[in-house]
């Protein structure tokens, strides 16, 4: 008679956790290293600490697989493979947030001769909604930032919708709340956001200002006049009171992305935040709202160091990036909080050779207990790291040494001579922690984790 007894109460105790589990999340953050597959991770951790220790990220509960072919592609760009993430949606490279049905359009040029128009039709597809959206529509508070321009492919594919990932002022202006092109489906608009690139924002000036916007329109000013602060430093940004702020726009470069980790921190001089000091200012600005937060986070100049096959600038960017989650960490409540870290795409970088266990990841490949350098059939040294294409294909190999490949401008070796490194198309990692995070396992589509994210916020 006991066993149905015990039986019974099993599957009452496991149903009960099961129901416990399924309970909606208040707040999600969502991690993207762009670029970040599963050798970066390892390389950033070995060079970080060492081959026996754990990045933040890989000590989250649980982890995945991801799948992250486009619509027309094998290997993705970023702005389909975010927006995949975002809106549940496969669709073409070089698309944001729209109908699989949409093309890639060519951008065009503003009356200063400068790149970043639209050129989408009217009849080039459809938005589709955003997790960001979705979350504001839920009365959550929202937020993206990053270390690349704002107006960059992963970013602009929470909060906007456009035929092409280039079409950078357009995209800006989607983000000004009752501006020409803002998009509605925002609400009252974006709570957070913080990144690079202020020339997209503001109005051109041909002395200071060459890549401005040629409708002199001053985007910031426009949200300030809406009550959002803004700040350009990082002292700024540590000044900004999150109890009397719920809203910020931080742009932190006049022009291009935010310097890579490595440069900005033996630039005494900086201004830059860290994604660390973003992050935790986000966090400390959302949680405001009692109906709780979306918030995107992204470690991007990981994805443009390997482009330029410098593995010392990812590798230190992954460990910024990982920095951050650890921030994020400290702040936030994993029983009410879903924090979900993963990546866009992979690239090409690779492990060589049999390095004895604590030689230097970016060092050369040197084997056994006496360190013996690994040479190539002509007698020259090999690095552990290399890619699959890129920049530095030598016609004729020579000898390399630990001084050389160790700089912080030193560019591993190609297979392929590329003018710029290539997209991976392997799948990536998903790591996550907190509420509901025992639903990512197994080998996922991008598409999927959508899913599972706005299932989680009930959205």
């Not at 935040?273 to 009692?290: E, G």
Request: glycine share 10%; net charge negative; charged share 20%.
């Amino acid at each position: 008679m006991l066993k149905p007894i015990l039986f019974s109460a099993t599957i009452a105790t496991a149903l009960a956790s099961s129901a416990a589990l399924a309970a909606p999340v208040k707040n999600v953050i969502f991690f993207l290293g762009d670029g970040m597959g599963p050798t970066t991770v390892t390389a950033a951790q070995i060079y970080s600490v060492g081959e026996e220790g754990l990045l933040t990220m890989e000590t989250l509960d649980y982890a995945a697989r991801i799948k992250t072919f486009s619509h027309d592609a094998q290997t993705t760009d970023s702005a389909p493979s975010m927006a995949a993430y975002m809106t549940g949606v496969k669709m073409n490279n070089e698309v944001i947030s729209m109908s699989s049905d949409t093309v890639a359009e060519a951008v065009l040029k503003d009356a200063n001769g400068n790149k970043g128009l639209s050129g989408c039709a009217s009849t080039n597809g459809q938005a589709v909604p955003t997790l960001l959206e979705l979350a504001k529509a839920k009365g959550k508070a929202v937020g993206s930032i990053t270390t690349t321009e704002l107006t960059h492919a992963t970013p602009a594919a929470t909060y906007a919708h456009i035929c092409h990932r280039d079409a950078a002022y357009d995209i800006a202006a989607q983000a000004i709340p009752g501006g020409a092109g803002f998009n509605t489906a925002l609400g009252d608009g974006v709570d957070v956001l913080m990144g690079g690139g202020a020339n997209y924002w503001t109005p051109y000036n041909a002395t200071s200002n060459k890549r401005g916007r040629a409708d002199g329109r001053d985007l910031p000013a426009e949200l300030q006049a809406q009550g959002y602060a803004s700040v350009t430093t990082k002292a700024g940004l540590a000044d900004v009171d999150p109890a009397a702020t719920s809203r910020l726009i931080g742009l932190f470069t006049t022009d291009y992305h935010l310097d890579y980790d490595l440069d900005r921190q033996k630039n005494a001089a900086s201004t830059q935040p860290s994604l660390a000091d973003m992050t935790s200012k986000a966090i400390d600005i959302l949680k405001n709202n009692s109906d709780g937060y979306f918030l995107m986070v992204e470690g991007g100049r990981i994805d443009h160091a390997l482009h330029g096959t410098n593995a010392k600038r990812a590798l230190q960017d992954a460990v910024a990036f990982d920095d951050a989650i650890k921030a994020a960490l400290a702040k936030v409540d994993l029983k009410d909080t879903l924090i979900v870290v993963t990546a866009d795409h992979d690239h090409t970088m690779t492990f060589n050779g049999y390095s004895a266990k604590g030689n230097n990841i970016l060092d050369l490949v040197k084997e056994g207990s006496d360190k013996t350098i690994k040479r190539d059939v002509n007698g020259n040294a090999i690095t552990t790291l290399a890619f699959g294409n890129g920049p530095n294909r030598k016609d004729t190999r020579t000898d390399l040494t630990s001084d050389e490949v160790m700089a912080d401008d030193y560019l591993q070796e190609s297979g392929v001579k590329l003018g710029s490194e290539t997209h991976g198309g392997g799948d990536v990692m998903l790591f996550a922690s907190g509420t509901n995070a025992n639903t990512f396992k197994g080998t996922l589509d991008n598409t999927k984790v959508f899913e599972l994210v706005k299932t989680a916020l009930d959205l």
